[in-house]
């Protein structure tokens, strides 16, 4: 997909994902929406937290351009299959939730399938409100990730944290031992 030279932000994000694709772009403009809603910078610690309601392309923008991230425990993911993202900010204790509005029928080819680069190239230019609904919300962040105790399975031997360990005929076994000792 050549969309031109792009713009300096989407640069990274695209290195980031490893390819460019419209996916990508519905995340990059969302974290855009997102961030001229909230007044945003980059997540330096876990004061901003965000929640996508699927865990496409889309997602990695919000890793590599907010920093909120799986691995940091302030990306949570909310299986609903949408194109939609809740970005949280504790420090000003504000919410805004931004979803896709715009229209990926328009670019279906007569023969089937999308016409990938038209639909992209919308993404990259068409003004944020004709593609997005933005709004404020409340939302309880969260708690902040918290340093838990592992446990020893008591079949594979691996250390595995206490909240998700099993007890299965008196032993305390990690999840995978746990399902295969009932399968
Ligand atoms: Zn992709
Ligand atoms: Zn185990």
Redesign the pocket.
Known sequence: MDLGPLPDQLQPVVAFHGHLCPGLLIGYRAVQAASQALDLGRSEDEELVTVAENNSCSVDAFQQMLSTTFGKGNLVWQDNGKQAFTVMDRRKNRAVRVSFIGDRLKHQRPGGGTDREAFARELLNAPLDSLFKVEEVAVEPPPRAVIETSII??????P?QASRAVTVDGKT??????AEVNA
């Open positions: 399975c008591g079949r594979c031997g691996e595995t076994l990690c999840r995978p031992c746990a």
